[in-house]
């Protein structure tokens, strides 16, 4: 549970998702900008001035020709050649490319390069070399192009690493046969030692405000051994959701920003997304503006990934709860009107792909809580509560909206996006959702609550799907646990609620199916080698809708990890 916190003086007042988290058990992740000069992070620099690979390697956005390597140099010199190589073996015999860098100080040291020339769903492994020291060695794999029968696909979201160790990372990082890992935001949190969680310090200890602390959070977390090991293994694609930048972001703020005292909201989100773009293996889809981040990877016939920002370049300030005039503005949006035009060019290009997935940060489905739930959230008794709500437009038969931050704080741009995948008459449509550190699966209707448009029973009125992935480490709804039954009665067109447990996804995809499996950890208090299966829903070719499933089996042939 964090500290008091600052808040903008431009945010409304009411139980925002912050406040509902915190009295929960804890506090959750729930124009072109100009690349700014830099200034060298606070990492140690390596003796006589020679190069040193502190932070691991990694690869991403893998294309079907190519993929983003990405590594880091420590050295006192200004200026580093770097040269990296590309080989089809894990000893590197067959060298397949070859290449080089030259970074320096204005990039924090960092090195990126886009290795192309490559095979569609080949897995290859790499290394860089600086002076006399060759980094750690990495896998990754391209996307396939063509007819593909089957993927195999890791989802996380959320690691606080004040909270606990990354065993999740640890067991995606030992799963031999995934394809890709999807990384749906909160990758770093900006908090300050002892202000979010007290299991592990941060580097800085304080909260980060500049280019410099930011770099140096990125660089702190690129240390930790299980962030190295799962980047090592698999290629990453990745979105950013609040805690890049502040708890709580939109375009013009954060709940956890303070104007003026903590400096200029446009300048500290430059300063973010300068280093996010510097530090995490991302092919930068528009150098003109850097706040862009949504883009999509088509995975054959089979799958494409849809990745969107549902946080910095088009949400409008979070509306208060009761509100009800905000939450149904048709004017606010959530996406912004250039990605929905985006979203509904890929939707409509993706006709002849089996499965579209929409990888994004806040819950897509309703979310309703009744009076006995939001009691034990706030501490108020339900006969103060029903004096305090009375009148309110938020209060209906399907319960309360008690999260604003979400899609049900812009429903007009919900609609929106409902619409398009109507209009389409799109199926096989399913949403990844990350931020609210808890496991959902849930059918994806107008109105779940209206047994007219959307039945629970068949699933009939259901236009797509959505699995939320749980965190890493960060606390969820905890106290919640015991109502989960009361959310689903409430919530008819969820079909698994778990508000506690820490881990990750795996999504099985192959042409008839997908299926989620939720993974669990033992604990996030330790390093732990212990995971258990949780539970798994599949949606079905053509159903739009979720149902109960079993545990998929591993594909039987994997290339070999790095060692």
Known sequence: MSGPRRRSTRRKSGLSRRDFLRRAGGVAAFGALPMLPGCGSSDPVGAGGDAEFLHGVASGDPLSDRVILWTRVTTAAERASVSYEVASDADFRSIVSRGSFITDAARDYTVKVDAAGLQPATTYYYRFQAGKQTSPAGRTRTAPSGAVDRLRVGVVSCSSYAHGYFNAYRKLAQRADLDVVLHLGDYIYEYGTGEYGSVRPYEPDHEILTLSDYRTRHAYYKREADVQAVHRQHPFITVWDDHETADNSWQGGAANHTEGAEGEWALRKAWAI?????????????????????????????????????????????????????????????????????????????????????????????????????????????????????????VSTGGLVINTDQWDGYRPERQRVLDLISGLDLDN????????????????????????????????????????????????????????????LLNPHMKYV????????????????????????????SVSENESFGTAFSTADGSNRLSSAGQTEPKPVAPALVA
Request: hydrophobic share 40%; charged share 20%.
């Open 274 to 394: 300068q280093a996010y773009h510097e530090w995490m293996p991302i092919r930068t889809p528009d150098q003109a503006n850097l706040e862009r981040i949504y883009r999509s990877f088509r995975y054959g016939d089979l799958a494409e990934f849809t990745m969107l920002d549902t946080r910095i370049i088009g949400r409008d300030l979070q509306a208060s709860l009761v509100d009800a005039g905000s939450i149904n503005d048709p004017d606010r949006q959530l996406i912004g009107e250039p990605q929905r035009n985006f979203l509904a060019t890929t939707l409509a290009n993706a006709g002849e792909v089996k499965w579209k997935f929409l990888g994004q940060q806040v819950m897509f489905g309703q979310l309703r809580v009744g009076l006995p739930e939001l009691s034990l959230v706030t501490e108020i008794p339900v006969p103060q509560l029903q004096a305090l709500l009375q009148g309110l437009p938020l």
């Open 498 to 525: 778990d508000v506690a447990r820490k881990g990750y996804l795996l999504l099985d995809i192959v042409p008839e199916k997908v299926t989620g499996e939720f993974w669990y950890v033992d604990t996030v208090e």
């Open 429 to 488: 449509v399913v949403v990844l959702t990350g931020d609210i550190h808890s496991s959902w699966a849930m059918d994806i209707s107008h109105d779940p609550n209206n047994p007219l448009v959307y039945n629970s029973i068949t699933g009939d009125g259901s236009r797509a799907v959505e699995f939320v992935c749980t965190s890493v480490t960060s606390p969820g709804l905890e106290p919640l646990n015991p109502l989960a039954g009361a959310l689903r």
